[in-house]
């Protein structure tokens, strides 16, 4: 197997990644009316806080065609106090002024400055477009049974208890609607010569409200389990529009992954003593959304739990030869990619992510706050300009916190915890960031470091095992010895992310991981922080990613408007599939793949393409298109 370097492609029309990202259509209607849930009127419904665009040709609006008798909700928790949303460094808000996209981004990274720099294949990569649409890229989770979820029920699931038809039946009957269901008032009718006990919904505020805790019934599971589909919107975001239209928590929803934003994705989830009824009602409430397969279950859903996902991606308007995709895909499906962290890892602004992770782990806690807040050339909008023009100039929280109406993004939070607690004290400041959010930075910085030292094992030993590189046998490490080399294949090989409890190989590229920690002033072999949280164990890898049930066909089509598939939705609805003309004035190259958990498909779309996938790279060449 060749290795290759990373080398300019020119192209037509650019690729848009953004899987797992937080980066907001630029057409896309910041504040919709809620109308037909019977919320208060006086009911919040937030921006799409801290978010930032990343395509600079403005596509047709998918929700103009949207199916109607539902709301297309664009609703966050706002509240201070519920920090459960992840939030990640560089989101903010639209404004409608500013410069260009292209310019702004113009200061981003690029996929060498992350250490992305080899391919696997000789092929001779290709343009195309990805996530024209987002109904292009399709994501269904695979559970740890193996089994892919699909939305194809939305029945809700009758408790097996049946009762005689008394009166005191009927009364039990009438408390338990009521009490599960605050907003619905109940009667009992006569209709030739049988009764009916009638539910009908009662305006106001309590339409929605929680239930009453005593009644669920104790022969039922406490989780009820579902299916969502959902369309342009990541996983968090999803949950807290679910819990602000059920007026719960967020942290009562558990789920195996997160899910691409820009993508169609089908995902188990479940909550906690929600009836399948309530969840249902949403269905006639939000656009964009769709739940269903319901069921109650004793328990509720691990985060990492899942066997990976299965993809359905369409790359329109590709410029290769049918020789040049039958050449890409048989490299994809025989050899696979490097497993790189995809460019989402490092975030969006001039400041990376891996640069705040890296002055966390040196214990260096100003640079921290001077990383997170300071003016930065690029992709800022006015009101974050502002913030960080005040914080440089008077170093005063509360000041900056004053230009800053989003408060829930990473910049809010960390001055509302200076104000808090001072600036003698930025580690508990620091600590007011949702932990998750924090961890971010020092796992973008480990990620950091495994590119770059998986892009010197492949430069330094190609694509082959060799003595001293690391396999894994169940959950331990162990080295490869010399009489053992013909045993293995570079798709066994590991490389470790760096920590305390990790081993390292025994070849050069061991001296190439110590070399890049001491140039950041951290050891290799006292990876413990001070505070517990910031210790890292580190963890192993595979460097090749060979992608199962891969498959692919071109089409051709004439408008770039309609979708090339049919999606779980449209299977429920009955829409036949699409045709295709024999002959037309574009190509699209449809694959589908699955890929096990934490691995990056436009990494696996970068290989067949063979171009950078950074904003950068890809808004610039989007602006040359358009000239």
Known sequence: METMEVTGVSMK??????????LAQADEAKRQKVSECHLAKDQETLDDGCALNNETVTRQSETTTAREGRINVEAQIEEEEEEDGLLEEGEEEEEEDGESFADMMKHGLTEVD?????????????????????????????????????????????????????KEKRTIIHQAVKSLFPGLETKTEERDGKKYIVAYHAAGKKALANPRKHSWPKSRGSYCHFVLYKENKDTMDAINVLSKFLRVK????????????????????????????????????LMNFKLGNFSYQKNPLKLGELQGNQFTVVL???????????????????????NYYGMQRFGTTAVPTYQV??????????????????????????????????????????AAL????VKRCVEGQLLRGLSKYGLKNIVSAFGIIPRNNRLMYIHSYQSYVWNNMVSKRI?????KPVPGDLVLKGATATYIEE?????????????????????????????????????????????????????????????????????????????????????????????????????????????DFSLPPSTYATMAIREVLKMDTSIKKQTQLNTTWLR
């Open 316 to 338: 329109r308007n590709i410029t290769g030869t049918d020789h040049q995709v039958q050449q890409a895909m048989n490299s994809l499906k025989e050899i696979g990619f490097i």
């Open 250 to 285: 967020p942290n009562i929803f558990s789920y195996m992954g997160t899910k691409d934003k820009r993508a169609i994705t089908v995902q188990e989830i479940a909550v906690l003593k929600i009836t399948a009824q309530r969840l249902a009602h949403l269905n006639k409430c």
């Open 357 to 398: 992770g890296r002055a966390i782990l040196q214990n260096c806690w100003d640079e921290v706050v001077d990383l997170i807040l300071k003016p930065r050339p690029g992709a800022e909008k006015g009101y974050l300009v502002k913030c960080r023009e005040e914080w440089a100039k008077t170093k005063d929280p509360d």
């Open 459 to 463: 430069e330094e030993y190609g694509l």
């Open 402 to 405: 004053k230009k800053l109406p």
């Open 114 to 166: 992350v250490g992305i720099t080899k391919f696997v294949s000789s092929h001779q990569g290709f343009s195309g477009i990805l996530k024209e649409r987002y109904s292009d890229f399709i994501v269904h989770e695979i559970g740890k049974d193996g089994r892919i979820s699909h939305l194809d029920n939305l029945s809700v699931p009758v408790d097996d208890e049946v009762f005689e038809d008394t």
């Open 483 to 591: 009489a053992d080399v013909n045993s293995y294949s570079i798709h066994d090989v590991v490389m470790p992310l760096p920590g305390f409890d990790v081993l390292y190989p025994k070849h050069k590229i061991s001296e190439t991981y110590k070399e890049m920690l001491a140039a950041d002033h951290l050891k290799i072999d006292n990876m413990k922080h001070k505070i517990r949280d910031y210790s890292l164990s580190g963890a192993y890898r595979k460097i090749i990613i060979r992608p199962q049930n891969v498959s692919w066909e071109v089409v051709s089509y004439d408008d770039p408007r309609i979708p090339l598939f049919n999606t779980d939705l449209d299977n429920l609805e009955g829409k036949p599939p699409p045709v295709f003309a024999a002959e037309g004035k574009y190509r699209a190259l449809k694959m």
């Open 13 to 22: 029309r650019s690729l848009s990644i953004d899987e797992n990202d937080d």
